[in-house]
């Protein structure tokens, strides 16, 4: 098994979001939302992701888009509750911890953290 290291590259972006995405997907609570309720193209989600999180991660200028937008027309199809982000933050931290170890992984944790409750306050989750 390869030693892990710090998240440094697009390339690692594009791994940890495949990874973290693969393991939403099979989560009970929070799989059927994306799959099921937002009928998420992945073909399309994943590489907003990559651009999204590599935005977050490196301050590149590759992310267009409005999650918190999303999230809000998302809450009126279904409730997002507190536990379902909740949820969503164990499965980043996770995948994080399973892939990357140093400074960058612990932003990209603490970041995942921050969005996820600030959704979460916007959306009115119970």
């Known amino acids: ?3 892990a290291h710090d998240i ?3 390339r690692d972006i ?3 979001v495949d ?3 693969a393991r939403v997907r099979q989560d009970g609570l929070v799989g059927p939302i994306f799959d099921e309720v937002a009928h998420v193209d992945w073909t399309v989600h994943l590489p907003k992701m990559y ?3 590599e935005s977050v991660l490196f301050g590149a200028a590759t992310f267009k888009g409005n999650p918190l937008g999303v999230h809000l027309a998302l809450a009126r199809l ?3 509750t507190a536990e379902a982000f909740d949820r969503w933050v164990g ?3 996770a995948s994080v911890d399973d892939l990357f170890i140093g400074p960058m992984a612990h ?3 603490l970041r995942a953290t921050r969005i996820a409750f600030t959704m979460r306050d916007h959306v009115g989750a119970v």
């Open 51 to 53: 651009d999204f999180w």
């Open 107 to 109: 932003e990209a944790k």
């Open 14 to 16: 594009e791994q940890l």
């Open 19 to 21: 990874t973290f995405y």
């Open 78 to 80: 279904t409730p997002l």
């Open 1 to 3: 098994m390869p030693t």
């Open 8 to 10: 440094t590259s697009r």
């Open 91 to 93: 499965l980043f931290h």
